[in-house]
Nanobody, 119 residues
Framework: QVELSESGGGLVQPGGSLRLSCTAS????????MAWYRQAPGKQRALVAA???????HYVDSVKGRFTVSRDNAKNTVYLQMNSLKPEDTAVYYC?????????????WGQGTQVTVSS
């Protein structure tokens, strides 16, 4: 059963924009603080933006002023609006709870969505 599903990635030129979406199962999303994480080639997955259950957003410094995180509780969906994209934003983007969902086999992640920023 897919409980986290990300979409909206693609290839974009520097300075461009993308809007990512993540639909979660109700059991994951309801009442949870949610976040967007990204994993660039050769690097560990890292949190880039979060939104609390009370709708307070938080960002790492590298994306402040460029990314906007939001959520639609009625749709169990979290969004990431990415503007002024840079090549260093290239990564696979994932959403998850804070902390990530745990399974007996380890942390559970969706398939992610690839974002490539290149001219």
């Amino acid at each position: 059963q897919v409980e986290l599903s990300e979409s909206g990635g693609g290839l974009v030129q520097p300075g461009g924009s993308l809007r990512l979406s993540c639909t979660a199962s109700r059991s994951i999303f309801s009442g949870a603080d949610m976040a967007w994480y990204r994993q660039a080639p050769g690097k560990q997955r890292a949190l880039v933006a979060a939104i609390t259950s009370s709708n307070n957003p938080h960002y790492v410094d590298s994306v402040k002023g460029r990314f906007t995180v939001s959520r639609d509780n009625a749709k169990n969906t979290v969004y990431l609006q990415m503007n002024s994209l840079k090549p260093e934003d290239t990564a696979v983007y994932y959403c998850n709870r804070i902390p990530p969902v745990k399974r007996t086999s380890g942390d559970y992640w969706g398939q992610g969505t690839q974002v490539t920023v290149s001219s």
